[in-house]
C-alpha cells in the first residue's frame, strides 16, 4: 500500500470510537468487550479461553516487533515511518481520553503509544514486503477497535 493511501485511511478513520461494539465477525478477532475485562480484571471466559495464551501488542515505542525481526530501516523507511506517525498523532488529538479511564487506571497513553507503533510497523512490513501482520492490525484500529494481543492466529481485539 502507497504511503498515500495509508495516509488518506487514516485521515478517514475514527479510531478508538467502536470499542465495546461487535462491528465486524471474523473467525479470527475475538472481542472483549471492555477495557475492564482485557487490563484490569481479565478472565479466561472473557478472551473465549485464550487468555492464557495471549501475547500483547506492543504499548512502548521501545518494544520489539513481536512478528519480524528487522534491520536497521534506511532514511526513506525512517522519513514515511515518521509521516505516518504524524497523521496517527494529529487523528489521536479528537479521541476522548476517557474512552481509555478504568477506575484508577489511565490506558490513553498507551493507547496511542500502541496505534503509533502498529502504524509505524505496517509503513515497515509494506516497505520491506515482509507479510501482512500489521496490515491486519491496522485494518482493525481503521475499524474503530483497539487491538491489544493476539492468541495464536486471532488477535484479541475491545
Known sequence: MPIDAILA???????FSAMGKRTAQADDLIYVDTLREVFTAPTAASLKDGY?????LPTSPTQHDPFY????PDAALVERRLT????VMKA????????FIVDQHDFSLAAKNA?????????????????????RVVAVYCLGHWPVGYAGDKLIVV
Open 92 to 99: 489521536m488529538k479528537n479521541v476522548d481520553r476517557r474512552a
Open 52 to 56: 492464557p495464551h495471549v501475547e500483547w
Open 69 to 72: 525481526r528487522l534491520d536497521t
Open 115 to 135: 496505534i503509533g507503533f502498529a502504524f509505524r510497523q505496517h509503513v515497515t512490513e509494506r516497505h520491506s514486503g515482509l507479510g501482512h501482520r500489521w496490515e
Open 84 to 87: 505516518v506517525t504524524r497523521a
Open 9 to 15: 485511511e487514516i485521515e478517514k478513520s475514527h479510531f
